[in-house]
């Protein structure tokens, strides 16, 4: 299974993932660097998320992406925001132009994972896992997977141990906020199986079709 990784950061969604060729992209360079250190294997790209999708979305049979979450977070505006003099922003669109664009344009399945946001979402999602909502062109299942830390409290040896990462070697200097920023890799897991088991029936259906058009 060929798999686009957009936003790929260190790799946390990707962390339990086997049997895919997955090519990954971060803009950050270290970031990007620690990701290639732990997935050896996979293609990593540095440069913009965004725009290789718009280049490269019919290249693959499933893209997962994550646009920066930071905006939409409801933690931000309504605690750093309003009381702690953080300066407001605008939303990040391109998180809803993906959405927008994969549902019209792709053929391969997709999803596009952010926070729960401090507003009502622009575009219904298809599903709300752990502190996510997950927007995609298959049915995502309801887990009982739940989040092994608590993000808000949680300090980087605690999440280091319960994402699997270690980073202290890296010379990221807001370490907690990138592994903060990771998804589960056992969720990132859950995606990608009930993705794969929607692939594989699209597979073998087209291999029957082929062999029926050899014998007729």
Not at 163 to 176: C, V, Y
């Amino acid at each position: 299974m060929k798999v686009l990784n957009l936003y790929a950061g260190i790799g946390g969604n990707r962390k339990n993932w086997t049997d895919v060729t997955v090519t990954a992209v971060e803009l950050d360079p270290q970031l990007a660097a620690v990701y290639a250190e732990h997935f050896p294997q996979d293609t990593v790209v540095v440069g913009d998320a965004h725009q290789y999708l718009i280049d490269h979305h019919n290249e693959f049979d499933f893209i997962w992406s994550s646009p920066p979450c930071q905006s939409h977070s409801s933690f931000r505006q309504n605690i750093c925001v309003r009381f702690r003099g953080t300066p407001a922003v605008f939303p990040d669109m391109r998180l809803y132009q993906e959405i927008l664009f994969l549902r019209h344009n792709a053929e391969c399945l997709w999803t596009v994972e952010n926070v729960k946001p401090y507003y009502t979402p622009l575009i219904e999602s298809n599903a709300a896992l752990q502190r996510h909502l997950f927007w995609a062109n298959f049915e995502i299942p309801d887990t009982e997977i739940q989040a092994s830390v608590k993000i808000r409290y949680a300090q980087i040896p605690d999440l280091e141990e319960a994402l699997g990462f270690s980073i202290r070697a890296s010379s990221i200097p807001n370490k907690r906020q990138v592994l903060r920023n990771c998804v589960d890799p056992q969720l990132g897991l859950h995606i990608l199986n009930s993705a794969r088991s929607v692939w594989r029936k699209k597979v073998k259906m087209s291999k029957t079709r082929k062999n029926g058009k050899r014998i007729g």
